[in-house]
């Protein structure tokens, strides 16, 4: 089945940066949509970065706009987040998801159909 696998995660400092991976298998990784979704402890999965198919069009969560760029090579099956400025608040773990079907308004966890197993990102003031 689909296998997707963060890497990346650790402890930074208020202000650092942080590059997250997402390393795709057993799919047709250039057909497919991708995310970045955070879940802070007690609450829901948030919506923060999604990625067309091609590369073109990224979105991104308000609360990041101007500090997280997501990116990925198709030729390596691999998404990218890149997390800059990162606040306290950004603490959470992080997800990467897939899916091959539209997405329209804001994304939420349950149009995608491929998850990973998630990334701990810790911000310290």
């Known amino acids: 089945q689909v296998q997707l696998v963060e890497s990346g995660g650790g402890l930074v400092q208020a202000g650092g940066s942080l590059r997250l991976s997402c390393a795709a298998s057993r799919l047709t990784f250039s057909m497919y949509i991708m995310a970045w979704f955070s879940q802070a402890p007690g609450k829901e999965h948030e919506f923060v970065a999604q990625i067309s198919p091609s590369g073109r069009s990224p979105t991104y969560a308000d609360s990041v706009k101007g500090r997280f760029t997501v990116s990925r090579d198709n030729g390596k099956n691999t998404v990218y987040l890149q997390m800059n400025s990162l606040k306290p608040e950004d603490t959470a773990v992080y997800y990467c998801?897939?899916?091959?079907?539209?997405?329209?308004?804001?994304?939420?966890?349950?149009?995608?159909?491929?998850w990973g197993q998630g990334t701990q990102v810790t911000v310290s003031s």
């Open positions: 998801a897939a899916t091959r079907f539209l997405v329209t308004g804001t994304p939420r966890r349950t149009d995608y159909n491929y």
